[in-house]
T-cell receptor, first 110, second 120 residues
Framework: KQEVTQIPAALSVPEGENLVLNCSFTDSAIYNLQWFRQDPGKGLTSLLL?????REQTSGRLNASLDKSSGRSTLYIAASQPGDSATYLC?????????FGTGTKLQVIP | GAVVSQHPSRVICKSGTSVKIECRSLDFQATTMFWYRQFPKQSLMLMAT?????????EQGVEKDKFLINHASLTLSTLTVTSAHPEDSSFYIC????????????????FGSGTRLTVV
């Protein structure tokens, strides 16, 4: 059974800082790993998708890496902004099923 | 890009009534859709997998008679919460993969905007 854990559970940083969110998964037999953003009371917005054969993906100030062998993925956010405040979820996609992490609640202080 | 539309976004109902939530794939056909539930301050938990033209597959601990799923067409899946109770209050969200079953690794899952259900 796949288990996905995210550390830290909550993070508060001043505006402008670079930060790293961590995601670990127990079963390395995944098709891809996806990072999402969820604003309070809202649905999910896909940020980055890393296929199992890839090591990293970049979009703007976001960079996500994947190390299947160690069961880890990181989301790097450069030059954080107050608008980045949200809960970030990682999700590991296996056969027929996606398992979500526990989420990291990020607060960027102006 | 692939879009999944979910309706309603928010619903309040009385205890004992039933509520239907719709999930539509707008620009692709989805033979399979997924229904998740999220309790406050918790992550999303898969409830069931909806299969077009056949019965849904429910996760362990999810009551199939309480959460009725119908996937009658390639673009629509519905979740009906029957005889709702306050403990059913939660955030429900559906998902589909435009390439589920073929070239699945090339694209991720697309999610609806979610439905906030409050049972009073």
């Amino acid at each position: 059974k796949q288990e996905v854990t995210q550390i830290p559970a909550a993070l508060s940083v001043p505006e402008g800082e670079n930060l790293v969110l961590n995601c670990s998964f127990t079963d390395s037999a995944i098709y891809n790993l996806q990072w999402f953003r969820q604003d309070p009371g809202k649905g999910l917005t896909s940020l980055l998708l890393i296929q199992s054969s890839q090591r990293e993906q970049t979009s703007g100030r976001l960079n996500a890496s994947l190390d299947k062998s160690s069961g880890r993925s990181t989301l790097y956010i450069a030059a954080s902004q107050p608008g980045d405040s949200a809960t970030y979820l990682c999700a590991a996609a296996g056969y027929q099923k996606v398992t979500f992490g526990t989420g990291t609640k990020l607060q960027v202080i102006p | 890009g692939a879009v999944v539309s979910q309706h309603p976004s928010r619903v309040i109902c009385k205890s004992g009534t039933s509520v239907k939530i719709e999930c539509r794939s707008l620009d692709f056909q989805a033979t399979t859709m997924f229904w998740y539930r999220q309790f406050p301050k918790q992550s999303l938990m898969l409830m069931a997998t909806s299969n077009e033209g056949s019965k849904a597959t429910y996760e362990q601990g999810v009551e199939k008679d309480k959460f009725l799923i119908n996937h009658a067409s390639l673009t629509l899946s519905t979740l009906t919460v029957t005889s709702a109770h306050p403990e059913d209050s939660s955030f429900y969200i559906c998902s589909a993969n435009p390439h589920h079953g073929r070239q699945r690794t090339n694209y991720g899952y697309t999610f609806g905007s979610g439905t906030r259900l409050t049972v009073v």
